[in-house]
């Protein structure tokens, strides 16, 4: 499985539409027109309808051309994203694709049908996509050559029900051992020849045969005759009404190889199965993908139509959209997810939903020159929490250590709440108005009067959306870098954009100068008067990846002198401890590592020959020189000392006295309450935020514990 972030990439090709109507399974619908193929001018064609829809006028010529348009496309032969070229035919007019093409392509009117894809029949991929019924609920995954086509296949209960009540499905548990026995013997007494035509197996979604299961049924079928009689009226069988059986929406993707099972398992997880569910729903509700797809079928019909009167393939899907909020909500979700957005479909007055593929926000470690490049994407280790984490895991402290960093401006986000009203938009727009990229959730929260929980979903909210990210909360005093994933190409039109949004301040190129070496934001800050215009710079900065904070992380340092006083205590207390550490001055503790760094230069040094008479005839080259005394032990770290055990913990509780005797009872407390964060993987920067102290208080104590040797730090995003 891939370890690194990759930009988006949905790969799809196309979305399908097979239902099992009584018995034969049926390629009921498909978008695009022409998968595999340029689309672009049914996009066109459809998105000038729908303007037409909402009131928009266009003049004859407009229509005109965009018909010659289209018409001059479709004439032309397209190839697939892969190479491959697909099969060249027109809907526009009768013998258009050839049989002696692609015999593949051919049916009963030597013509392809419209919803023949991919140079495959429509009726042989329906039966390929229609599995068992013991897959039912389940992942489908079939590779055809380099496509993959991905769905998750909805069947009917028996009894073809697609709903059971929990009371059915426990009485049914309970008599099944029963019922099993019984059942067996009963249907090998009754079994007996049936036709499929009086069980209503052949049937078509649109009301109309086969012609094949027509003929068929008409030579099997016995004659009215006197040795075969009408049977009376009471005896006749009716035939029965269409019923779903079992439906599948199957998503056709081209992944790339290396990435084929994750781009495959994103699409199931956010999209595919989530549609499913939601079709399920409706079905069983109100009887929806049914009569959804029978307005589909009568749309389809036109097809022969389409073909007499020389209508265009984009009228017909544009009139088959405009019948079925099915095909509708089809088309929206391919339009979107093809394109790396959030799909929202509507399926019922009462039902809506959304589906999309998260994108990255940020990255915590920058691509290697071979792989996937992402210019332009946050840069930071903040949003990675650590897996073993119970310091930020509760909603609390969560609050105090995020805020949110709008993706647009404020004046857009609310004049899109206000196009769209909803119950949510007067909660979002007054949480707008009071949110600060400089003020956490907790203190916008505090100030404003809004509950946690309130702020926290529409928070939610507005990051599924993507118009905002959550970040640290800016601080003047924290440091600030140029990013070193930043898109330098847009660095042209983001200095136009930067001028107009501040025109009275320094240029683009010359704020990224002074933060090109690190330093402290305020640093850059004229006075008190420009606080708050340069915050928002740094807010723009950082919203489009320009700056990265570059933050602190450190670990415990067991000095030589600790790990001597240990070992000389053996497996005695902490109180022996006590006693027995001599407070060492600071310079003794730097004399002692440079007598540790200047013995064991001279331990590496060549050995001098012996006066030993009992080893002066032997070579100089095998004298062996003996140790008078071991020497002083080397500093280490220690990486996690939340999971410290055996010697590593005996280390921090001599560390802890010892910082108790040098500093005091206050730095002694301090220190134990700072110490599970000197893993490594919390930044320094939000103890203050977490223990709800003084950033200078926090300094100190730090620049304290460095002096003495106890601590060693690190920087970077």
């Known amino acids: 499985m891939l370890s690194e972030i990759l930009p988006p990439n949905p790969c799809l090709l196309a979305i399908l539409l097979v239902a099992k109507v009584n018995s034969e399974p049926q390629l009921v619908f498909h978008y695009p027109p022409r998968p595999g193929e340029d689309n672009s001018h049914f996009a066109r064609y459809l998105a000038a309808q729908e303007k037409e829809q ?106 073809e029900e697609w709903e059971r009540k929990k009371e059915e499905r426990r009485a049914r548990a309970r008599k099944s051992n029963t019922e099993d026995t019984v059942s067996g013997v009963l249907e090998k007494e009754n079994e007996g020849p049936t036709h499929p035509t009086e069980q209503g197996q052949i049937s078509r979604i649109d009301g109309e045969l086969p012609e094949e299961a027509i003929s068929d049924s008409n030579e099997d ?33 081209n992944p790339p190889p290396h990435e084929y099972h994750l781009r495959v398992k994103e699409m199931y997880d956010h999209v595919i199965r989530k549609l499913s569910k939601a079709l399920r729903r409706e079905q069983a509700r109100s009887n929806y993908v049914l009569r959804e797809i029978s307005a589909i079928a009568k749309g389809s019909v036109n097809l022969k139509k389409a073909h007499k009167d020389d209508q265009p393939l984009a009228s017909l899907y544009h009139g ?14 391919y339009n979107n997810i093809s394109a790396s957005r959030i799909a929202h479909i509507i399926l019922t007055p009462s039902s809506s939903l959304s589906f999309q593929i998260p994108i990255p926000t940020s990255i915590s470690v920058l691509p290697s020159p071979l792989s996937p490049q992402m210019p332009g994407l946050w840069l930071t280790t903040a949003t990675s929490l650590p897996a073993d984490d119970d310091i930020s895991l509760t909603s609390t402290h969560l609050a105090s250590q995020f805020t949110l960093l709008l993706l647009l ?7 899109e709440i206000n196009d769209t009203p909803s119950p949510l938009s007067a ?63 847009k660095l042209v039109s983001a200095s136009t954009r930067f001028a107009k949004m501040f025109p009275a301040l320094p240029p683009l190129p010359k704020i990224l100068n002074l933060l090109s070496s690190p330093r402290a934001y305020s640093t850059l800050i004229p006075s008190k008067d420009h606080k708050e215009a340069f915050m928002k710079i740094l807010a723009w900065l ?28 053996g497996g005695e207390g902490e109180r022996s401890l006590e006693s027995s550490i001599e407070l060492p001055p600071k310079k003794h503790i730097e004399d002692d590592e440079k007598a540790h760094s200047k013995s064991t230069t001279t331990n ?19 004298t062996i020189p003996f140790r008078t005394s071991a020497a002083p032990p080397s500093p280490s770290l220690i990486l996690n000392p939340r999971q410290a055990s055996g010697i590593n913990s005996r280390y921090l509780s001599a560390i802890s006295v010892y910082i108790l005797q040098r500093q005091g009872v206050e ?33 100190e104590f730090l620049a304290g514990w460095e002096g003495e040797g106890v601590l060693v730090r690190g920087r970077w995003w």
């Open 667 to 699: 730095a002694q407390k301090a220190w134990n309450k700072c110490l599970r964060y000197f893993d490594g993987k919390h930044a320094v920067e939000g103890i203050a935020v977490q223990e709800g102290w003084k950033r200078k208080r926090v300094v």
């Open 409 to 415: 401006d404020l004046t857009t986000i609310l004049s």
């Open 221 to 253: 079928r016995p004659s009215i005759s006197a040795a075969n009689p009408p049977l009376p009226e009471k005896q006749v069988k009716t035939v029965k009404k269409p019923a779903l059986n079992m439906f599948h929406v199957v998503f056709v993707v």
């Open 54 to 159: 909402d009131g928009s006028s266009s003049t004859d010529d407009d229509s005109t051309s965009s018909h010659d348009d289209e018409a001059a496309s479709e004439n032309k032969a397209k190839e697939t994203k892969t190479g491959t070229s697909t099969p060249e035919f027109d809907v526009e007019e009768v013998g258009s694709a050839s049989p002696e093409k692609n015999d593949v392509w051919k049916n009963q009117y030597g013509k392809p049908k419209w919803n023949d894809i991919f140079g495959l029949r429509a009726l042989g991929l329906a039966r390929m996509l229609c599995p068992p019924s013991t897959s039912h609920k389940q992942k489908f995954e079939l590779s055809i050559d380099d496509k993959v086509f991905v769905g998750r296949p909805i069947f009917a209960q028996e009894g």
């Open 320 to 333: 088959i959209l405009s019948q079925s909020t099915l095909a509708k909500a089809i088309s929206v979700v």
């Open 542 to 569: 950082l919203r489009d990846g320009w700056v990265t904070q570059l933050r602190t992380f450190m670990w415990v340092r067991v000095p030589p002198h600790i790990k001597e006083i240990v070992a000389g205590q």
């Open 604 to 622: 590496l040094a060549a050995p001098q020959p012996s006066s030993s008479p009992t080893l002066s005839a032997t070579s100089q080259q095998t």
């Open 427 to 489: 909660p979002l727009a007054h949480y707008l108005r009071v949110s600060k990229p400089t003020k956490s959730f907790l203190q916008i929260s505090q100030s404003s009067g809004i509950p946690l929980p309130d702020i926290q979903f529409l928070a939610s909210h507005l990051i599924y959306w993507r118009k905002a990210r959550a970040i640290p909360p800016l601080h003047q005093r924290d440091t600030y870098i140029v990013s070193p994933n930043a898109d330098m190409s």
